[in-house]
C-alpha cells in the first residue's frame, strides 16, 4: 500500500506546478494586454504593438531576433500613434472607409507578393501576425488620403509660370548624370524631438545596411508621400535636388545608404540604386506635325515637280500654324491633309529631316519633293528631349503632390501638438 503522506505530497506539488503555469499563463495574457500608448480616448496595447513588430519584420526583412525586435519598438509605437490620430481625424469628419475598399487593398497587396489573399493571411497566421494590425494600418493609409483630398486639396494651385520654370531647370540638366534615388523622410514635429528622431533615424540606418530592404523600410517608417512607392523619387540629376540633400548624393554610389540628413523639416535617409548618363542629340526630338501632300504622278518630271513645289511655295505664307494648314489643305485641289503625332526626327528620311531639325512649333518647312508627293510639313509641337522631360500634366502633379505634402506634415504636426499622448513603454 503506498505512502499516504508521500502520495498527498506529490498531489500536492503537482496541483502547486499545475497553479504556477496557469499563473505564468494568466501573466503573460495580462501583459501583452497591458496599454503600450494612450492616443486622445484610443488604446494601443501591447499585443497590437507586438503584431505591428511582427509585420514590420515580416516585411522589411529586419532579422527577426530580439535585440533588432526592441530598437524597432519606438519606431513602430510612433507610427501607430500617427495612424490612431489619423483614424480620429476621419472619424471627426464623418470619414468612412469600408470593408470592402480594405480588401481590395488587401488582394492588390498579396497580388504585389505573387499571392492570393487567402495565402496572404495564411503568411500573416504562419508569422503569428494579427490580420486586423494590417486591416488597420491600411484602414489609416485610406482614411488620411480622404482627409487630405477634402481638407487640403483646394489649398493646393499650380500656376503655367511654376511650370514653365520647372520644365526650364529639367531641360538644363538632361546631359548631366542621373542617378535613381530611393527615400525615408521622418518629420521634426518640435526643437525637443530631434534627439529622439536622430536616434530613430540612426537606428533605421543600421537596419538598411545590416540587410533590411530600404523599400519595405520606407513603407513602414517614411513620412513622405513617396512611402506610398516604397520611397522611390525616381531619376533624378544631383542639381534638381534640394541644396541639403545635393552633396550627400553625389557622394553616394549604387547600393549606399546614407547617413541621417538633417534639414529643416526633419531627416532624411537616402540610397542610390542605379546611375546612368543620358546624351540627347537632335535625331531624339519628337515633333507632333501637320502635312499637307500634293500627289505626284508616277515618273513625274522635275518641270512638274517644280509645279507642284511653286504652288506649295505660294501657299506657305498663309500658315503660321496647325490649325492654319489644317484650314488650307481642303482648299488646294487634290492636296491630302495628314496630322502626326509623336514622329521621331530621326527615323524619317533625310531629306525631311533636313526640312524639319530647325523648325518652331507654328513654322512651316519649304516644300520638300519625295517620290511620290510634294509636302510643305507644319510643326505643331515639339519635344527635343526624345521625350526624357515629363509632360506638363506630369509637372502640375508632382508640384501638386509636393504641396499636398507639406500641407500633410503640418497638418500631422497641428494634430500632434493638439493630441494628449502617453507613451507608457
Partial sequence: MPNI???????????????????????????????????????????????????????????????????????????????RLRLQEAERLGIRVTDREIDQEIT??????????????????????????????????????????????????????????????????????????????????APDDEGDTRQTAERIVQQAREGA???????????????????????????????????????????QVSEPIRTFSGFYILKVTEERQRSISVEDSKLDIYQIALPLPGNSSQDQQSVMLDLLEQIRPSISSCEDAEAVAPQIEGANGVAAKDVRLGDMSQNLQQALANLKPGETSPPVATQRAALLLTVCSRDDTGGALPTREQVINKIGSERMELLERRYMRDLRREAFIDIRL
Avoid at 487630405?148 to 548624370?177: G, H, K
Avoid at 530592404?213 to 533624378?236: P, T
Wanted: proline content about 2%.
Fill in 5 to 83: 503522506r508521500r502520495v498527498l505530497t506529490a498531489i500536492g506539488l503537482a496541483m502547486a506546478i499545475s497553479a504556477i503555469q496557469v499563473n505564468a499563463g494568466a501573466w503573460a495574457q495580462q501583459n501583452t494586454m497591458r496599454i503600450a500608448a494612450i492616443v486622445n480616448d484610443d488604446l494601443i496595447s501591447v499585443f497590437d504593438l507586438e503584431s505591428r513588430v511582427r509585420w514590420v519584420v515580416l516585411t522589411t526583412g529586419i532579422k527577426p531576433d530580439n535585440q533588432n525586435q526592441r530598437r524597432i519598438i519606438q519606431q513602430v509605437l510612433r507610427a501607430m500613434v500617427d495612424d
Fill in 108 to 189: 492588390a497587396l498579396a497580388n504585389r507578393n505573387n499571392m492570393t489573399a487567402d495565402q496572404f493571411i495564411s503568411r500573416l497566421e504562419q508569422r503569428n501576425v494579427d490580420l486586423a494590425t494590417v486591416r488597420t494600418l491600411i484602414k489609416a493609409s485610406l482614411a488620411w488620403t480622404k482627409v487630405s483630398r477634402r481638407q487640403l486639396r483646394r489649398q493646393v494651385d499650380v500656376t503655367d509660370e511654376e511650370v514653365d520654370e520647372t520644365l526650364d531647370r529639367l531641360r538644363e540638366s538632361l546631359n548631366e548624370p542621373q542617378k535613381r534615388l530611393y527615400e525615408i523622410f521622418l518629420t521634426l514635429n
Fill in 213 to 255: 530592404d530600404f523599400k519595405s523600410l520606407a513603407q513602414a517608417f517614411s513620412q513622405s508621400n513617396s512611402a506610398e512607392n516604397q520611397g522611390d523619387v525616381g531619376w533624378v540629376a544631383v542639381s534638381q535636388l534640394p541644396p541639403d540633400l545635393q552633396e550627400e548624393v553625389r557622394n553616394l554610389s549604387p547600393g
